[in-house]
Structures are given as C-alpha cells and as structure tokens.
C-alpha cells in the first residue's frame, strides 16, 4: 500500500513538474515575441513575463520537480530490483536529459532576470523548439514505463517512432511560424 501511494504522489508531481517546464519554456517564448513590440508595451509585457517565470520556477516546477526526485528516489529504496532491470535504467538515461534540460531552464531564469527588459540573445524560432524538448522526454520515459522489457525488445520501432514525432512535430512549430524570427 505504501508503495502505491508514494507512486501515486511521484506521478502527480510529474505531471506538476512538466506543466511548469511546458510553461516555463512558453514563457520565454512570449518574452522573445516582444522584440516587434513598441517601447512602452515591450517593456510592461516584459517585466510581466519576468515576474511570471520567477514565480512557475520558484512556486511550482522547482517544488514538484524535488518531491518527484525524492519520491522518485523513494521508490527505487522501496524496490531496488528495479535498479536491475533494462527498462529502469533506460528510463534512468531519459531522465539524465531531462535534468540537463532542467539545468538549461534555469540559466535561461537566471539569464532572462538580469536582462532588466532587454533582449533575450537567442533566436524565436529555436526557443519554440526548445519548448518541445520536454514533450519529447516525456514522451520516451511514458513509453518506457508502460512497454517496460517491450522497450528494449521493441527498441528500434520505439526510436523510429520517435524521431518520426520529432520531425512532424519540429516542422509542425517551423510551419507556424514561418513568419516569425
């Protein structure tokens, strides 16, 4: 029962985690929009969008993402079997990305803060499929955790899949905004 209920509460902090990384990165993205914009408006919009992501970083996504870690880290205790099999450790892998996308996260927080309403150096278009990062990893732990030994058996019709969702999804993001840079 104790472990049922420790996954119950890693798997909502998963998805509180995600909401605030899917966000976060939304967030920067609207920031970016505001180059075009006139002095007046870029500069309420941008301090705005500044405070806003101060706050999903420091209220949410970093809250959810730690008692995911720990309750994460708590079932592995609970279950150290799991650590011997192939599927756990390749969710484990996906799960290395994914704090390396966190860490990118937070430097581009720390960058968009001290830019005092200035602009944010990186192009639109690569801050819109960054924001696609997360979905991706997402994508390869779900599919991982539910297929279990099926992903490693199934693997190349997994990576297929995936860099198929890759494609369609990094030219659904440039063919809507093909007007935008």
Request: charged fraction near 15%; proline fraction near 2%; include cysteine.
């Amino acid at each position: 029962m104790l472990y049922s209920i420790i996954k119950a509460v890693h798997i909502i902090f998963m998805v509180s985690y995600f909401a605030g990384i899917f966000y976060l990165v939304r967030i920067f993205v609207y920031y970016k929009d505001t180059d075009v914009f006139e002095e007046n408006k870029k500069k309420i919009l941008r301090e705005q969008y500044v405070f806003m992501a101060r706050r999903l970083w420091n209220i949410i996504t970093v809250p959810a993402g730690i008692i995911m870690l720990l309750s994460g880290l708590t079932l592995i205790f609970l279950n150290f079997g799991l650590m011997r099999t192939p599927w756990f450790l390749l969710k484990l892998t996906f799960l290395i990305g994914l704090g390396i996308y966190h860490f990118w996260c937070w430097k581009k927080v720390l960058q968009i803060k001290k830019l005092d309403g200035n602009v944010l150096p990186i192009e639109n278009i690569k801050l819109r499929q960054a924001n696609e990062i997360a979905t991706f990893i997402l994508f390869l732990v779900v599919f991982t955790v539910i297929l279990k030994s099926m992903a490693i058996e199934y693997w190349w019709q997994l990576i297929a899949g995936f860099f198929v969702l890759v494609i369609l999804i990094m030219m659904t993001v440039k063919l809507v905004n093909k007007n935008k840079k």
